[in-house]
C-alpha cells in the first residue's frame, strides 16, 4: 500500500480540510483528483513558503478590518441622528425614513455606511426616537438612536 503523501489546499473541501491547510492523502487521490482539478499543491518548501505569506497577509488584513471595525463602532454609537421629515398634526410622516436617509445623515457626520448595511426592524413613519441597526464588516451590529422631528417650515 502507497505512504500517504502531504498537499497543500487550495479550497475548502469538506471532509478534508480548509483553504491553506496540509493534509495528508493517497498518492492517487492528490495525483489523478485535487491537483489536476486544481484544489491542492504539492506541500513541497516553496509552496509551504507561499502559504506561510498568503496567511500572514490574510491574519494583517483581519487584524486592520477588526481597527476600522472598531473605530467604526465607537463613532456610530456616539452619534444621535436627527432627521426633519414633513409630518401630519397626528404625528404621522408623508413617507418613511429609509436607509438611503440614514446613510445620508451618517454621512453629514463624517461617518460612510453602506444603505445595504443599515437595517430598520420597522418601517418608521411617526415622528419620535427609533433605533436602526448597523451590519459591521466584523459581523457586529450596532444599533443607532434616530429622532424623526417636524420638518420646519
Do not use: C
Amino acid at each position: 500500500m502507497a505512504r500517504p503523501i502531504e498537499v497543500i489546499l487550495k479550497e475548502d473541501i469538506p471532509n478534508l480540510g480548509i483553504k491553506g491547510e496540509i493534509v495528508r492523502v493517497r498518492p492517487g487521490y492528490a495525483r489523478n483528483f485535487l491537483i489536476p482539478k486544481g484544489m491542492a499543491a504539492p506541500a513541497t518548501l516553496a509552496n509551504k513558503r507561499w502559504v506561510e505569506k498568503m496567511q500572514a497577509e490574510a491574519e494583517a488584513r483581519r487584524r486592520a478590518m477588526e481597527e476600522l471595525a472598531k473605530s467604526l463602532k465607537e463613532r456610530l454609537q456616539a452619534v444621535r441622528l436627527i432627521i426633519p421629515m414633513r409630518a401630519g398634526s397626528e404625528g404621522q410622516l408623508y413617507g418613511s425614513v429609509t436607509p438611503a436617509i440614514i446613510a445620508e445623515k451618517l454621512a453629514e457626520h463624517q461617518i460612510e455606511v453602506d444603505r445595504r448595511k443599515i437595517t430598520i426592524a420597522h418601517e418608521i413613519k411617526t415622528l419620535g426616537i427609533h433605533t436602526a441597526q448597523v451590519h459591521l464588516p466584523s459581523g457586529e451590529e450596532v444599533s443607532i438612536v434616530v429622532e424623526v422631528k417636524p420638518e420646519e417650515e
